[in-house]
């Protein structure tokens, strides 16, 4: 089946908002909402925006619907919601047939990796790792620059915010693929997600201190390794994960590239931290680990 890309965004189009993996306030929301309109756009809320019928989020039916109806929506054109705990609840609840037939940009970040990466997987549409309601709280230039360059311009040029650091040199192509390390772990081996043996993928992850320690990044890095992802990956993209060097991060990211001798790097530019580069999960990129240049060899949108 061929990867469909949505269309870009214009001013003027509608993004609707969502809440699938937790609970989001509304003052949160509201300032999001009022930094996009000032962009230009339109927001919609989802009925069940601020449920928290569960208590940490509404409930899975509650967060299903809204994602449906959003994606059945002519008037959204984008979808946008925060991280959380719970995206994984609402895998068999996803309409992937109608998300393939409706296709819009779908844009989070954290625990929306299960989400981000099962619509890839199943209805083999492009999605789009960085964002969240939460990015335009601060509204950091930087993160408004990205979020125009890959939703509505389309542009392949890579801006970074910081210098790319090397910890394994070399080159790669690949598709785009990734997220949140735990989140992007856990969907290994489920019908919900697989990657076609024949390709090779550029591999981005991150994960932060105050969610998990070095030895569990090792942790889960083994579980990808044991699933066999690193056989098929080209090069490694590490993100933010702290805001003081920690050189077990880097010792665990050195055995993996001289393991599989691929490029590896890390980079502050997307992850919890303060920038949020948005990468388009499907799509093809490059990697010069020894340069600290990476760039897009294709677009996300159409």
């Given at each position: 089946?061929?990867l469909?890309?949505?269309?870009?965004?214009?001013?003027g189009?509608?993004?609707?908002?969502?809440?699938?993996?937790?609970?989001?306030?509304?003052?949160?929301?509201e300032?999001?909402r009022?930094?996009?309109?000032?962009?230009?756009?339109?927001?919609?809320?989802?009925?069940?925006?601020?449920?928290?019928?569960?208590?940490?989020?509404?409930?899975?039916?509650?967060?299903?619907?809204?994602?449906?109806e959003?994606?059945?929506?002519e008037?959204?054109?984008?979808?946008?919601?925060?991280?959380?705990?719970?995206?994984?609840?609402?895998?068999?609840?996803?309409?992937?047939?109608?998300?393939?037939?409706?296709?819009?940009?779908?844009?989070?970040?954290?625990?929306?990796?299960?989400?981000?990466?099962a619509?890839?997987?199943?209805s083999?549409?492009?999605?789009?790792?960085?964002?969240?309601?939460?990015?335009?709280?601060?509204?950091?230039?930087y993160?408004?620059?990205?979020?125009?360059?890959?939703?509505?311009?389309?542009?392949l040029?890579?801006?970074?915010?910081?210098?790319?650091?090397?910890?394994?040199?070399?080159t790669?192509?690949?598709?785009?693929?990734g997220?949140?390390?735990?989140?992007?772990?856990?969907i290994?081996?489920?019908?919900y997600?697989?990657?076609?043996?024949?390709?090779?993928?550029?591999?981005?992850?991150?994960d932060?201190?105050?969610?998990?320690?070095?030895?569990?990044?090792?942790?889960?890095?083994?579980?990808?390794?044991?699933?066999?992802?690193?056989?098929?990956?080209?090069?490694?993209?590490?993100?933010?994960?702290?805001?003081?060097?920690?050189?077990l991060?880097?010792?665990?990211?050195?055995?993996?590239?001289?393991?599989?001798?691929?490029?590896?790097?890390?980079?502050?530019?997307?992850?919890?931290?303060?920038?949020?580069?948005?990468?388009?999960?499907?799509?093809?990129?490059?990697?010069?680990?020894?340069?600290?240049?990476?760039?897009?060899?294709?677009?996300?949108?159409?």
């Amino acid at each position: 089946m061929e990867l469909i890309k949505p269309q870009k965004l214009h001013k003027g189009d509608t993004i609707g908002f969502i809440a699938p993996c937790y609970m989001i306030q509304k003052e949160e929301a509201e300032k999001s909402r009022s930094v996009l309109e000032g962009l230009g756009y339109r927001v919609k809320y989802a009925k069940n925006l601020f449920s928290s019928e569960w208590g940490f989020a509404g409930s899975d039916l509650q967060r299903a619907d809204d994602f449906n109806e959003m994606i059945l929506d002519e008037d959204v054109k984008m979808i946008l919601f925060t991280g959380g705990e719970v995206s994984i609840h609402l895998l068999p609840l996803l309409n992937y047939e109608q998300i393939r037939k409706h296709v819009k940009i779908i844009c989070s970040y954290s625990d929306s990796t299960t989400l981000l990466s099962a619509v890839y997987s199943r209805s083999k549409i492009v999605t789009f790792y960085g964002q969240s309601i939460h990015t335009f709280v601060e509204a950091e230039q930087y993160n408004i620059d990205s979020f125009m360059q890959r939703l509505q311009a389309g542009t392949l040029e890579y801006v970074s915010a910081t210098p790319w650091r090397k910890i394994h040199g070399g080159t790669a192509q690949g598709e785009l693929i990734g997220g949140y390390l735990g989140n992007y772990a856990l969907i290994q081996n489920t019908k919900y997600y697989s990657l076609e043996k024949n390709k090779k993928y550029l591999l981005f992850l991150e994960d932060h201190e105050k969610f998990i320690e070095p030895a569990a990044v090792s942790r889960y890095l083994t579980a990808l390794e044991q699933d066999g992802i690193f056989d098929l990956t080209s090069g490694l993209i590490f993100g933010h994960y702290s805001k003081h060097p920690r050189p077990l991060i880097k010792e665990i990211l050195e055995r993996i590239g001289n393991k599989y001798n691929i490029p590896v790097v890390w980079t502050e530019d997307f992850g919890h931290g303060n920038y949020n580069a948005i990468f388009p999960i499907g799509t093809r990129a490059e990697l010069n680990a020894d340069t600290g240049i990476f760039r897009f060899l294709e677009s996300g949108i159409v």
